[in-house]
């Protein structure tokens, strides 16, 4: 049954549950380090540099 639509598949995403830093401020290393889930002691340090990802998609994390 190829001909029929299919739904798409739907990406759930997660609020960050902390603070936002202050801008004036900043923490070391990453910007999102704090509020990361996937952040570990690399991230505290240095910050990631940018790079294409994908066409028109940039990311910076290590």
Do not use: D, I, V, W
């Given at each position: 049954m190829s001909e029929v639509p299919q739904e798409p598949k739907k990406k759930k995403f997660s609020a960050l549950k902390s603070e936002i830093p202050s801008p004036?401020?900043?923490?070391?290393?990453?910007?999102?380090?704090?509020?990361?889930?996937?952040a570990f002691a690399?991230?505290?340090?240095?910050?990631?540099?940018?790079?294409k990802v994908a066409p028109g998609r940039l990311s910076a994390c290590h």
């Open positions: 004036l401020k900043p923490p070391p290393g990453c910007s999102f380090h704090t509020r990361c889930p996937h690399r991230c505290k340090t240095e910050r990631p540099a940018l790079r």
